[in-house]
T-cell receptor
Framework: GESVGLHLPTLSVQEGDNSIINCAYSNSASDYFIWYKQESGKGPQFIID?????DKRQGQRVTVLLNKTVKHLSLQIAATQPGDSAVYFCAENIGLVSNFGNEKLTFGTGTRLTIIP | DTAVSQTPKYLVTQMGNDKSIKCEQN?????MYWYKQDSKKFLKIMFSYNNKELIINETVPNRFSPKSPDKAHLNLHINSLELGDSAVYFC???????????FGPGTRLLVL
């Protein structure tokens, strides 16, 4: 079946450096992608999203890149801070946006990002 | 105010018991979800409700019965708990016409 996967399960980055978390997806029909951050003992927290008609979107210290040709998604975090340590998930939206709740997110396996002081 | 809240935060129980976990949201969203996160952090959708109506049921065993008494609440009742039910259960909500889902803090269920 189709799924969302990550290249690296763990990533350690020096504080202040930039980090890149990668995600591969296989459902070519997906048209919406989201990155979530999950800190220990908490629920996933929305970071940034991107639609398939875009290839880049920037937020505060974060950038998401989408390469539809190779079905690849990445999350770049600039100037990492200790508070960035968490598990990061990419997710794809399967199903058209509607008013009926039939959309569902398929999550990747997650990458644990550790910021080294 | 917490946008999406869940009770209890922790639940430890014996195999074979029946238990309920609850979710409440004050975002005014029409769609609510239950997800299960296993020990390897894998998140998988279980159910979705829209305006109190069941929309998605991801082939979850019928020991799991969700119930939405109103738009702001989605509960999950589990009968005859099994060891494999041990996981973190997350509630999430989504507004009409939107795609971003907002997650609650989770309920950590341990079945002994």
């Amino acid at each position: 079946g189709e799924s969302v996967g990550l290249h690296l399960p763990t990533l350690s980055v020096q504080e202040g450096d930039n980090s890149i978390i990668n995600c591969a997806y296989s459902n070519s029909a997906s048209d919406y992608f989201i990155w979530y951050k999950q800190e220990s003992g908490k629920g996933p927290q929305f970071i940034i999203d991107i639609r398939s008609n875009m290839d880049k979107r920037q937020g505060q210290r974060v950038t998401v890149l989408l390469n539809k040709t190779v079905k690849h998604l990445s999350l770049q975090i600039a100037a990492t801070q200790p508070g960035d340590s968490a598990v990061y998930f990419c997710a794809e939206n399967i199903g058209l946006v509607s008013n009926f709740g039939n959309e569902k997110l398929t999550f990747g396996t997650g990458t644990r990002l550790t910021i080294i002081p | 105010d917490t946008a999406v809240s869940q009770t209890p935060k922790y639940l430890v129980t014996q195999m074979g018991n029946d238990k309920s976990i609850k979710c409440e949201q004050n975002l005014g969203h029409d769609t609510m979800y239950w997800y299960k996160q296993d020990s390897k952090k894998f998140l998988k959708i279980m159910f979705s409700y829209n305006n109190k109506e069941l929309i998605i049921n991801e082939t979850v065993p019928n020991r799991f019965s969700p119930k939405s008494p109103d738009k702001a609440h989605l509960n999950l009742h589990i009968n005859s708990l099994e060891l494999g039910d041990s996981a973190v259960y997350f509630c999430a909500t989504k507004g009409t016409g939107q795609e971003t889902q907002y997650f609650g803090p989770g309920t950590r269920l341990l079945v002994l």
